[in-house]
Nanobody
Framework: HVQLVESGGGSVQAGGSLRLSCKATGYNFIRYCMGWFRQAPGKEREAVAG????????HYSDSVKGRFTISRDNAQNTVYLQMNSLKPEDTGMYYC???????????????????WGQGTQVTVS
């Protein structure tokens, strides 16, 4: 039974930082690609970052590049999203997702992910 559980969201002032965590259980973590997505009210879900667990290769959307860092702890089956220099436009529900069979060009394609967490809210004011 695959399960992804996010944590670490909250409210922060612009310029502040938060670190999100996504704990994965029920599958072979190292064989997957993990992604972080977010959705603001009234907007479509957008990709934020992705990481190939086995190689550690990272991908970032242009909107967060240089401010956010995705990382993983294979021993803990956990993916992190360190978010610095937060802006009000970073506000939204953040979801982590996992995909076993993903082409490199699909890292930011949400429909290619098989498993999703319940989300954690980030509010930047």
């Amino acid at each position: 039974h695959v399960q992804l559980v996010e944590s670490g969201g909250g409210s922060v002032q612009a310029g502040g930082s938060l670190r999100l965590s996504c704990k994965a259980t029920g599958y072979n973590f190292i064989r997957y690609c993990m992604g972080w997505f977010r959705q603001a009210p009234g907007k479509e879900r957008e990709a934020v970052a992705g990481i190939w667990i086995g190689s550690g290769t990272e991908h970032y959307s242009d909107s967060v590049k240089g401010r956010f860092t995705i990382s993983r702890d294979n021993a803990q089956n956990t993916v992190y999203l360190q978010m610095n220099s937060l802006k009000p436009e970073d506000t939204g529900m953040y979801y982590c997702a996992a995909s076993r069979f993903l082409l490199s060009g699909d890292v930011f394609t949400d429909v290619k992910y098989n498993y999703w967490g319940q989300g954690t809210q980030v509010t930047v004011s």
